[in-house]
């Protein structure tokens, strides 16, 4: 969807740097997420927020961090990256409920981390 | 934590073949279930969900899918695939506001 927008698309760097992936939205929903997806594996939840005030690990929260500065945005951090955190990074959003409410999807940042 | 198995990692077909594509889950509880799709370099999309009421669901692009609770399985079908279809799909299970995406299934369809 155009309404959840990830920036950058694409971004390579090195081990040891500290990296931040934004997402922005324009659906309204309360509820954001942060996956990581790779080959085999599909994708794995990182952290979520159920509204400004509320973050929660996820699956495989470890090496990372992530900020939710508005209702409309939620970031992720990986504070030293590593070679395995190289993935497509994906964020998603849902308005709230009682988890029968489809995930809206960002296009995706492709993550290398040499 | 609840888990969710796709069968098969890489389908190939032929146009006008029919489609079904395996999801099975671990919870035993009450369950809304997903289907993505995922077309080459796009994000995911949802083609349909369950949640409650006739276990025979149907989607986007003539996908639907069935519940059936005693098998804990949610499986994917489609009568007539087209070279369109050829995309990578994820079955989701959400229990308790924990989502759990299944490993994908990648669907080729030869023109």
């Known amino acids: 969807d155009a309404d959840v927008t990830q920036t950058p698309r694409n971004r390579i760097t090195k081990t040891g740097k500290r990296i931040m992936l934004e997402c922005s939205q324009t659906?309204?929903?309360?509820?954001m997420y942060w996956y990581r997806q790779d080959p085999g594996l599909g994708l794995r939840l990182i952290y979520y927020?159920?509204?400004?005030?509320?973050?929660n690990k996820g699956e495989i929260s470890d090496g990372y961090s992530v900020s939710r500065q508005a209702q409309a945005k939620f970031s992720l951090s990986l504070e030293s990256a590593i070679p395995n955190q190289t993935a497509l990074y994906f964020c998603?959003?849902?308005?709230?409920?009682?988890?029968?409410?489809?995930?809206?999807f960002g296009d995706g940042t492709r993550l290398s981390i040499l | 934590a609840q888990s969710v198995s796709q069968h098969n990692h890489h389908v190939i077909l032929s146009e006008a073949a029919s489609l079904e594509l395996g999801c099975n889950y671990s919870?035993?509880?009450?369950?809304?279930l997903f289907w993505y799709v995922q077309y080459p370099g796009q994000h995911l999309q949802l083609l349909l969900k369950y949640f409650s009421g006739d276990p025979l669901v149907k989607g986007i692009k003539g996908f639907e899918a069935e519940f059936i609770k005693s098998k804990f399985s949610f499986n994917l079908r489609k009568p007539s695939v087209q070279w369109s279809d050829t995309a990578e799909y994820f079955c989701a299970v959400n229990a308790h506001n924990d989502m759990r995406f299944g490993a994908g299934t990648r669907l080729t369809v030869k023109p």
């Open positions: 919870y035993g509880g009450t369950v809304n």
């Open positions: 998603a959003t849902s308005t709230t409920g009682s988890g029968n409410q489809p995930q809206h």
């Open positions: 927020s159920f509204d400004v005030k509320d973050i």
């Open positions: 659906k309204g929903h309360d509820r």
